[in-house]
Structure formats: structure tokens, C-alpha cells
């Protein structure tokens, strides 16, 4: 398994503003993906976070909003922008190992706009 | 986007009793994974499993991966207090991403 550590693991923040979303992993990854929960639902792929390269958005996600970083093998960051109270959820990095294997979470930052 | 479909979407069951959920697909998957999801906390990976028909036990658990590729099943046996959460199937597509289940909220009754 690895180890994620997701930073913070809550905010609460004013809508207009933006929050950026850490997660550091024990050892080199070859995968890592920014997930959405919001409140009652299932898991939501926001995008893959490349290292070396920018980000792979899935449909109804865009960079604007949700900026990625991903400067090594070890570490991603996602930024919410200019955030609504729609984007309250649950934010998840989820880490894989290589192709075809498991997929681990971290505990995950829970966001709240007012 | 994609989701599979899980069910029951729900169950209330009394402690000791026997917990099955299933998890359906109209596309085929290589990688079946079921997830325990606890309030406040990130999913954790229970059951992995990787050919179809491929039947994996984790305690209580038992996973099995069905013949179609399509479909999964989650036993537990003897539930237990601790044992209530979500629970999250989740496949691995040709694309190499994980597509999740809507969820089984399971509670036991003491």
C-alpha cells in the first residue's frame, strides 16, 4: 500500500476565493488523480496529474477551475478557484502504483464555501 | 460521468447476520476493487481482484469477480458493529482509470 497524506483535511472558505488542496506520498508513484465526493455521492475523477506535464481533465472539468500541479513523483497539488458553494465536497488524491493495479486514497480534505 | 450501478443502494442488517452487495456494468473491466469508506475518512481498498471468475476472501470478506467481466460481489459474513459504512466497487477501465459505484450504505444493528 502507500502512505497519502492530504492537506488540510478541512476548510471552510468564502466564496470568490480559492483553496489549494496538498498531498504528499510516501514513495514515488507512477499515478496520481484528484477525486470529488460530494455530499452523499460516489467518487467523481476530476483529472489524472501527470508529472512532467499538464494535467488530463475528464469531461465536465476544466483547468481554469481546477489547476493541478504535479512537480514530482512524490507530490500534486489541486487548487479550487474562485470557489462556489457548489464545490463543497470532499476532496480525494488517490495514488496508483503502476497499470493495473490498486488504487490507494488519502483521508481526503472536506471543503465547505459559504 | 460513468458510474457502475450498485446495490442494494442500502440495508439495515442485525449483527451476525450475512451482508450481500453486487455491483453491475455494461462494460467490461480487467480489475475489480471494493472499498470501505467511513464517515470523514478516504476510501480503503478491501478486495482486489484481477480474472474473471476469481473468488478472494479478506477475513469476513469475500469478493468474487464475475464471469462476464462485468459484475462483482461483495459478501460479509457475521456482521459486525464496526462493519457499518459505505461500501465502493470500483473498476478499472481500458483507459486505466478507476470508475466507481454508486455506493451500499450498510448499518448494523446491535
Known amino acids: 500500500s502507500a502512505v497519502i497524506s492530504q492537506k488540510p483535511s478541512r476548510d471552510i472558505c468564502q466564496r470568490g476565493t480559492s483553496l489549494t488542496i496538498q498531498c504528499q506520498v510516501d514513495s514515488q508513484v507512477t499515478m496520481m488523480f484528484w477525486y470529488r465526493q460530494q455530499p452523499g455521492q460516489s467518487l467523481t475523477l476530476i483529472a489524472t496529474a501527470n508529472q512532467g506535464s499538464e494535467a488530463t481533465y475528464e469531461s465536465g472539468f476544466v483547468i481554469d477551475k481546477f489547476p493541478i500541479s504535479r512537480p514530482n513523483l512524490t507530490f500534486s497539488t489541486l487548487t479550487v478557484s474562485n470557489m462556489s458553494p457548489e464545490d463543497s465536497s470532499i476532496y480525494l488524491c488517490s495514488v496508483d502504483r503502476g497499470m493495473n493495479t490498486e488504487a490507494f486514497f488519502g483521508q481526503g480534505t472536506r471543503l465547505t464555501v459559504v | 460521468g460513468q458510474q457502475l450501478n450498485q446495490s442494494p443502494q442500502s440495508m439495515f442488517i442485525q449483527e451476525g447476520e450475512d451482508v450481500s452487495m453486487n455491483c453491475t456494468s455494461s462494460?467490461?473491466?480487467?480489475?475489480w476493487l471494493w472499498y470501505k469508506q467511513d464517515p470523514g475518512e478516504g476510501p480503503v481498498l478491501l478486495i482486489a481482484l484481477y480474472k474473471a471468475g476469481e473468488l478472494t476472501s479478506n477475513g469476513r470478506l469475500t469478493a468474487q469477480f464475475g464471469i462476464t467481466r462485468k459484475d462483482s460481489f461483495l459478501n460479509i459474513s457475521a456482521s459486525i458493529p464496526s462493519d457499518v459504512g459505505i461500501y465502493f466497487c470500483a473498476g478499472l477501465s481500458r483507459t486505466y482509470k478507476y470508475i466507481f459505484g454508486t455506493g451500499t450504505r450498510l448499518k448494523v444493528l446491535a
Open positions: 462494460s467490461i473491466f480487467n480489475t
